[in-house]
């Protein structure tokens, strides 16, 4: 069996991953694929973490985990999705960002020594990440609220470096958060692992949130008449209906940090878009693009 990690990160599909692939357990189950609820992991992987410290997981306990997490007595891939996989809000970028990523992952690896593992990771440009995430620590209303940090120096691509050397042969899959709406379908597929072709459903749920209720709609209708011969194809159809029927609240994002001015945000974009290609010529990593 291989355990299939989503780490997130944070303020990426904020859920919507594991919610999609939990309308459609059964259809998956059908080909050997677990999506338990993350009640049941969550809160049992952080507890198991904390009482093996440097350890590794006995057979015994590994077969006590799978026993508690899993419904099916057997599965081909078991899907465990959660954004404070690599750290908590608070301290996702404290000492830089997901700096204990590397480590995390080797952790919860040392929970099932016994299986497979691959991991799989949304990134997004420090420019609209860090204001994200500090409104989502401010929210939760964190006494320390978000560290003080210099956003330039924020790297997805030692974050990539980091899993890649603490866990040497684990395939590491990322994706852009800015891109999800056009690939959307090839993101819960590369997840989930399940059969080209599968019928799932609510999978237009990101790019709802982009795209008004008439434009969804019509597209939908346009792809029944006119089904999409590749994904190519159904990329540049969704990028047309984009065009005309977008949420302009959505697509345009304001933001509002103390001292960054236009310049600074174009220059934030500009590295994160150099990283981008780095991190996909990194050995090890797939990276679906639109």
């Known amino acids: 069996m291989r355990i299939v990690y989503h780490l997130g990160a944070h303020c990426t599909d904020e859920e919507r991953l594991v919610r999609c692939l ?4 059964a259809v998956l189950a059908d080909q050997g694929i677990e999506v338990p609820s993350p009640t049941r992991y969550r809160k049992l992987l952080r507890e198991t973490l904390l009482q093996l410290k440097d350890d590794v997981a006995t057979d015994d306990q590994q077969a006590l985990l799978l026993d508690q997490i899993m419904d099916a007595d057997h599965a081909e891939r078991l899907i465990l ?5 690599l750290n908590f809000p608070n301290w996702a970028v404290t000492g830089g960002l997901y700096y204990l990523a590397g480590e995390r992952v080797n952790a919860l690896r040392r929970v099932f020594p016994s299986l497979e593992v691959e991991c799989h990771l949304a990134i997004r440009n420090p420019a609209t ?11 939760k209303g964190s006494r320390e609220g978000l560290a003080p940090v210099d956003a330039m120096q924020l790297s997805w691509v030692n974050v990539a470096r980091q899993i890649l050397y603490h866990n040497p042969g684990v395939p590491l899959t990322i994706w852009c958060d800015e891109d999800t709406p056009l690939i959307w379908p090839e993101v819960l597929q590369s997840v989930s692992g399940h ?14 949130m982009i795209m008004n209720e008439i434009g969804l709609a019509r597209m939908k209708a346009y792809c029944a008449e006119h089904p999409p011969q590749s994904v ?18 959505q697509v345009n994002v304001e933001i509002d940090m103390p001292g960054w001015t236009d310049d600074y945000v174009a220059a934030l974009t500009d590295r994160y878009l150099e990283e981008v290609d780095r991190i996909a ?3 090890g990593v797939t990276m679906i693009r639109a």
């Not at 939990?22 to 357990?25: H, V, W």
């Not at 059969?195 to 709802?208: F, I, K, Q, S």
């Open 81 to 85: 999705s959660w954004d404070n996989f």
């Open 281 to 283: 010529h990194l050995p």
């Open 22 to 25: 939990l309308k459609n357990r």
């Open 195 to 208: 059969a080209p072709g599968t019928p799932l459903v609510d999978t237009d749920e990101v790019l709802g």
């Open 232 to 249: 190519g194809q159904r990329r540049r159809i969704a990028t047309a209906f984009l065009e005309k029927f977008s949420r302009p609240d």
């Open 129 to 139: 990440f860090l204001p994200a995430l500090k409104q989502k620590v401010e929210a």
